[in-house]
């Protein structure tokens, strides 16, 4: 297992998967489902790699460099209470978890290879379900803020293929524990997809404009559910019109889904 920098090719190496393997999925992999770094690799030997892995019990472990093998966080495998998204943010990592809860863990010291690590609920999602359309939720930082987007779709035919109409941003207040709305990300604009979000100053990229949400679709609500919208698209958050970016695109590949990079780790 190897963390690869896209554009350098520059790998670095990963303990194996096999001490997270566990008897009851029964599977010869392991899952993993979202990936998140504390900082850069390219600029610092000083960071945390963290996992969040497995089916259908969802846990979390870290790595270090210089670890020759994962460290778990068993306090926090609980069964079918999937991690949608998890983001490190100062110094703490931020979990949605169950979708409507935020939560918050330290992260463990490198001087302890068994952590028990408590987990602080934030703040309850609260007036945000949606039953009769569809949903995902991300947690980014924005200009040193957290956060929580909404992604509302509704099905459109039959088919199950679902179209997305709107995206609503809340920042988060860790220490009042409430979520307020917003309705602008001023200069920058966020990617968001099934692994790890980001958000960029539009001024260091061509052709990024500001105050959008690039987004794609749920591969794997494709492999699940069968939903082939394959949607990729720029939301305009100010007029909240949306601009589809995968024309001419057809097909889909299991094996390597729609991905967002950036030019550097």
């Not at 690869?4 to 992999?29: A, M, N, W």
């Not at 489902?33 to 390219?42: D, Q, Y």
């Not at 983001?87 to 979990?95: A, K, R």
């Amino acid at each position: 297992m190897t963390l690869l920098h896209p554009f350098s090719r520059v790998q670095i190496q990963l303990p194996p998967p096999t001490g997270l393997r566990d008897e009851e999925s029964k599977r010869p992999y392991v899952t993993i489902n979202h990936v998140v770094l504390s900082a850069s690799p390219s600029v610092t030997t000083d960071y945390v790699l963290i996992i969040c892995y497995g089916r259908p019990t969802y846990r979390l472990a870290l790595w270090r460099p210089g670890d020759l093998c994962w460290t778990k966080i068993p306090t926090l495998e609980e069964t079918y209470a999937y991690y949608h998204m998890i983001q490190y943010f100062n110094g703490q990592l931020y979990i949605n978890k169950g979708r409507w809860l935020v939560s918050a863990i330290d992260i463990p010291e490198p001087s302890n290879p068994q952590p028990i690590v408590k987990q602080r609920e934030v703040v309850q999602m609260v007036g945000l379900s949606n039953h009769t359309n569809q949903s995902a939720h991300f947690l980014i930082e924005v200009s040193g803020e957290l956060l929580f987007v909404q992604q509302l779709m509704i099905v459109k035919d039959v088919a199950n293929v679902s179209k997305t109409y709107k995206f609503r941003l809340f920042k988060i207040d860790a220490i009042k524990g409430e979520a307020e709305e917003i309705k602008s990300l001023g200069d920058k604009a966020i990617y968001v997809g099934c692994n790890a979000s980001i958000a960029i100053d539009c001024s260091k990229f061509v052709g990024v404009k500001p105050n959008h949400i690039y987004f794609t679709y749920d591969w794997t609500r494709v492999y699940t559910e069968g939903d082939d919208s394959r949607e990729i698209g720029a939301y305009n958050v100010e007029d909240e019109t949306i601009e589809p970016l995968n024309q001419g695109i057809s097909g889909f590949n299991i094996v390597s889904p729609a991905i967002w990079v950036t030019p550097s780790f």
